[in-house]
């Protein structure tokens, strides 16, 4: 075999193994971008301020998204203690063996003004508690006419805990009968708490408490779900 022959042939398997490596590496992107889209959380911090996106994807019908959304603005403005029995279930906010405790106190809320007036101790084990930290919070819900469901918490004012922030819950019906669902928190803590949260304290103490709560939510929607499918 001449050279001139033998490189043509080494020249060919080399372009179709490059071929194949890279259609292998677009496969695994592919892999990792859909689970990325499915289950996936992200956090960033820039000039004081910590956003975090949480997202999962379950089945569910617009009723049932419609009802669990309603349930979650109705139990913060009427009944807020009870958000700790689903939606707030497993926090570890009231639980003194974790390193940042918020113990809920009292809430009322301004039908007027849609505002809801909370009061609530902090407790940073082992350094201090504040006591009696006042948060004003407006929670709403929109529905789009694409379906897609959006309930909104807006901390208008809070004497310590943080400057501002803002939690967004959406769900988002695919056409397949599954539903997207996605928190988004922006915070932007108070002089004491920017100090005390580190971005490594920061997940220790918050990020896991989002990725929880959406958990709770999806539990939420599958509960009422697997109701239905019962009682049909």
């Known amino acids: 075999?001449?050279?001139?022959?033998?490189?043509?042939?080494?020249?060919?398997?080399?372009?179709?193994?490059?071929?194949?490596?890279?259609?292998?590496?677009?496969?695994?992107?592919?892999?990792l971008s859909h689970a990325a889209t499915a289950d996936s959380i992200v956090s960033t911090y820039k000039d004081g301020r910590f956003s975090t996106r949480y997202q999962l994807k379950t089945k569910a019908s617009?009723?049932?998204?419609?009802?669990?959304?309603?349930?979650?603005?109705?139990?913060?403005?009427?009944?807020?203690?009870?958000?700790?029995?689903?939606?707030?279930?497993?926090?570890?906010l009231q639980d003194k063996s974790n390193e940042l405790v918020i113990v809920f106190k009292s809430s009322d809320n301004d039908p007027k003004t849609n505002v809801t007036h909370g009061v609530f101790d902090i407790v940073v084990p082992g350094v201090?508690?504040?006591?009696?930290?006042?948060?004003?919070?407006?929670?709403?819900k929109t529905k789009y006419t694409s379906g897609v469901i959006k309930v909104n918490a807006n901390i208008i004012?809070?004497?310590?805990?943080?400057?501002n922030a803002v939690g967004t819950v959406l769900f988002v019906p695919q056409k397949n009968g599954e539903v997207y669902l996605i928190t988004d928190v922006d915070i932007n803590f108070g002089w004491f708490f920017n100090?005390?949260?580190?971005?490594?304290?920061?997940?220790?103490?918050?990020?896991?408490?989002?990725?929880?709560?959406?958990e709770n939510m999806i539990d939420e929607c599958e509960r009422r779900r697997n109701l239905q499918s019962r009682l049909k």
């Not at 004012?157 to 400057?163: F, G, P, R």
Request: glycine content about 4%.
């Open 195 to 214: 100090l005390f949260i580190t971005q490594k304290r920061y997940k220790s103490i918050v990020e896991w408490r989002i990725k929880k709560f959406t």
């Open 62 to 92: 617009a009723m049932i998204i419609n009802d669990v959304a309603d349930y979650l603005v109705n139990d913060f403005h009427t009944a807020p203690g009870h958000l700790f029995t689903w939606a707030l279930k497993g926090l570890g």
């Open 157 to 163: 004012y809070s004497s310590l805990l943080m400057k």
């Open 128 to 140: 201090t508690t504040f006591s009696n930290i006042k948060v004003d919070a407006i929670v709403s």
């Open 1 to 31: 075999m001449s050279d001139s022959k033998a490189f043509n042939q080494f020249e060919n398997m080399y372009g179709k193994l490059c071929k194949l490596s890279l259609l292998v590496l677009l496969l695994i992107m592919a892999q």
